[in-house]
């Protein structure tokens, strides 16, 4: 049992060969997903506050809205956010669910490819509307 691998005593022989075991890094990757969430409590409240008032306006307030600087920029951080978290949450579901190696890779690529080709989509959209 050597110094860094305090529980090679309880792991069984194929175990140590394979080099199985703990990646260790279980704990940030689920912090870093509660501090994502955490962003977007924030940035979801400054959305809901700011469109409420334009649930009833035109097409020329909404622009007129995004065309500012502030509004625009936490936009499309709230765009950044909202996809970065689903892409994220979708590869927890698709790691605890899909067995099959090809299956849960294509999903993979499928899921971020997507959250990746909305997001994009989304940011330009706000950016043609603020830089008009």
């Not at 279980?26 to 008032?53: D, E, Q, T």
């Not at 979708?90 to 997001?119: P, R, S």
Request: glycine fraction near 10%; charge should be positive.
């Amino acid at each position: 049992m050597s110094a860094n691998q305090p529980d090679a005593g309880f792991r069984t022989p194929l175990g140590r060969v394979r080099g199985l075991g703990s990646a260790r890094s279980g704990s940030a990757h689920w912090f870093g997903y509660r501090m994502l969430a955490a962003a977007n409590v924030p940035l979801l409240l400054w959305l809901l506050v700011s469109l409420i008032p334009l649930a009833g306006a035109g097409h020329a307030e909404v622009v007129a809205f995004l065309q500012r600087p502030l509004n625009a920029v936490l936009m499309l951080l709230t765009i950044g956010a909202i996809f970065y978290h689903a892409a994220y949450g979708m590869m927890e579901v698709l790691e605890d669910y899909v067995q099959a190696k090809l299956v849960k890779t294509l999903a993979a690529a499928l899921v971020k490819g997507g959250c990746l080709l909305l997001a994009v989509a989304s940011a330009f959209a706000v950016l043609k509307i603020a830089l008009a």
